[in-house]
């Protein structure tokens, strides 16, 4: 049995061989820059996982991704991303971390949005324009948990819509003078109008995006529109002024996951996101320092005044046990810090022993609750 791995770029293959002749399973491991707040960690995502027919059912895919953890480890990746097959990837570790969110709206209301008569009629998103697209989609990503870095470099193209295998159609407006206005992206369908991403620079820019996905609906002569984005976009809060119906989904087991694999940097390159959060919400009773005990080890936040860094287990007033997947969903905002102290196996021992509730705000402060999001272009 040899593993073998490809690399290519920011993509890395990895092979299981049984012998010379026989490549039995794959996967892919992609470097993918992700954002928890302001930081950007580096995450591992899980791609084209796939096991040979006539190799199935034999335990081989279970030995490669348990190879492919260490070799994820060693190379040094905070965490690691999939969107998985129910009920698999909780045996290596991995939680949901990612709420589904979408809204809807009635054709009929989306054509109420007056549109902007002052920009020129929108064309297709060509290669040249994607500097200025990526330019839009990373000033309103900053600070939003779980979207993904998007180097000019690799994202060169809109390659799909909402889901793989659908073919996307884009449009780019600009106003008079040429200047680019913003975008949209959406599913080429025939029956239904599915909005994958859309950004503008200005507001005043949102009509015209609404009525376009309007017009679409009426010639696919589809009652409704479905966007895929998240709650607190921009877009969002002007579209619900017509009536929108939201769905926000928690899978169980499945879909986005992630996992860490590198507590100690992970949290080194949280701590401006933790002392922000630190600043803007002062008059929390502090401990001296939190100790935070997963299967990985130990990170202790040590406290001095309002401000936190990195300190040493003996140092820590407080322990908080708890599995790395949980305080993986604690990180990203996925899970509220009142459900995880809730939790039978969660533990806090030390000076608060007496009760979790005595470190209830401290970690409300520290990891609010939120909707991390990961764009429909992004998902691999």
Sequence with gaps: ??????????????????????????????????????????????????TEREHRMKGYMRVLYDDTLTYMTEQGYDVSMLFGIPDFYTKFGYAVCLPQCTFTIKTRDAEAAA?????REPRPIGEDDMGAVLALYAQDNAGRTGTLVRPAERFT???????????AETALWEDANGEFLGYAVWDK?????????????????????LRTMA????????EEITFYLPPGHAFAEFAQRFGITWQITYPRHSDGMMRILNQPPLFEKLLPVLNGRLAARPGVTLPDALALETELGVTTLAFEGERVGLGHA?????????????????????????????????????????GKETLLPVLEVLFPKGLPFVWTADHF
Excluded at 158 to 167: A, Q
Excluded at 195 to 206: C, D, I, Q, S, T
Excluded at 215 to 222: F, G, L, S, T
Aim: net charge neutral; proline share 3%; aromatic share 8%.
């Design 1 to 50: 049995m040899e593993f073998r791995t490809i690399d290519d770029g920011h993509s890395h293959r990895r092979d299981m061989w049984v012998d010379e002749k026989t490549n039995v399973a794959h996967l892919y491991v992609l470097d993918l820059p992700m954002r928890i707040g302001d930081a950007v960690i580096r995450m591992a995502g899980i791609g084209d996982v796939y």
């Design 115 to 119: 549109e902007l008569i002052t920009t």
């Design 157 to 167: 193209t809109f390659g799909k819509g909402t889901y793989w295998g659908v073919r």
């Design 189 to 209: 369908r025939p029956t239904e109008v599915k909005v994958a991403e859309v950004g503008a620079w200005n507001p005043k820019l949102f009509p015209t995006l």
């Design 215 to 222: 017009a679409q609906a009426v010639e696919k002569r589809c």
């Design 314 to 354: 003996a140092e820590a007033e407080v322990r908080l046990s708890l599995s790395q997947d949980k305080l993986m969903q604690l990180a990203m905002g996925y899970r509220s810090a009142r459900d995880l102290l809730s939790a039978e196996d969660v533990r806090v021992s030390g000076a608060v022993s007496s």
